[in-house]
């Protein structure tokens, strides 16, 4: 009794939860800007908290200050940041146009980044080079970029409500799916490359800074489309992508009433800090 009371009282780390903090903050702003008409700021908010999503896990990682409150706290924020924010940026867009299709649409949305999250917490893939459904952030990405290229485009005489309740519903879909997406895990970063990579590198850093919107949508479209086809593919030519875990793995309670948490940080390389959701 008196170690668990003294884990309650340990305190918090406080360097990567300043970047989960970050992230939050982020998501909080892209809804404030939304509100106030700036949709290419909620845009830019949103892959802020995407940068800063990204740097927490592996901040904690490299200063060894890894715990189970940062990985809870960091799924926490990441519905805030990549569930939340998106869907009211795209309802007070466009979606509120359209009554209660609108406002079903973004919930939806909300609802399966809530489940994505979860699920991600409980079930364990077999195969770590693929993820099981798409990644919130990268759903959050694609929302986000259709804002700002469409913002930053003009609607014209497009009709964009329809695009918009298409494109929502069709991400939160994915989310919850057993459709494979590659994680990148398995690409080494930490290599030698050669040169002409080096260079393409620059090419890409300089396309994507000239038309910063044009070329994140591309991106975060592409991924997002990846999973479907690549699913098509191995259905056609007989191919398992990857193992899909039937259910998540609960652990029974002990004598003591005590359930044993998921593997944290520490207890594995590969943890949810590390990754897109």
Not at 113 to 138: H, I, M, W
Not at 200 to 219: D, G, K
Request: proline share 5%; with cysteine; glycine share 6%.
């Amino acid at each position: 009794m008196n170690d668990r009371n003294g884990d309650k009282h340990r305190g918090i780390y406080i360097l990567p939860n300043l970047f989960t903090t970050a992230g939050l903050f982020a998501g909080f702003y892209a809804i404030i800007q939304a509100n106030n008409g700036h949709y290419d700021v909620a845009a830019i908010a949103i892959f802020v908290a995407m940068v800063m999503d990204g740097l927490d896990g592996r901040i904690a990682r490299w200063t060894g200050t890894t715990s189970e409150f940062g990985k809870e706290y960091d799924s926490l924020a990441d519905l805030i940041a990549f569930g939340l924010a998106p869907a009211l940026v795209m309802y007070v867009w466009t979606l509120s146009s359209v009554g209660k299709v609108g406002w079903m649409a973004a919930f939806l949305y909300v609802a399966a980044t809530a489940l994505r999250l979860a699920r991600f917490n409980t079930v364990t893939s077999e195969d770590k080079a693929y993820f099981q459904g798409l990644p919130c952030p990268a759903a959050a990405a694609a929302l986000a970029s259709f804002v700002w290229l469409s913002h930053s485009l003009g609607r014209g005489d497009v009709p964009i409500v329809p695009f918009a309740v298409a494109a929502t519903i069709a991400l939160a879909l994915a989310m919850i799916s057993n459709v494979p997406y590659r994680s990148f895990k398995d690409v080494d970063l930490k290599g030698r490359t050669s040169f002409p990579a080096a260079f393409a590198f620059a090419i890409f850093l300089a396309i994507l800074f000239w038309e910063p919107p044009i070329v994140l949508f591309v991106i975060a479209w592409v991924y997002a489309v990846s999973g479907p086809l690549m699913w098509v593919v191995a259905k056609l030519t007989g191919n398992r992508v990857f193992a899909v875990p039937d259910t998540a793995e609960i652990e029974e309670p002990d004598a003591d009433g005590n359930i044993k948490p998921a593997a944290t940080d520490s207890d594995a390389p590969e943890s949810r800090n590390s990754n897109l959701h």
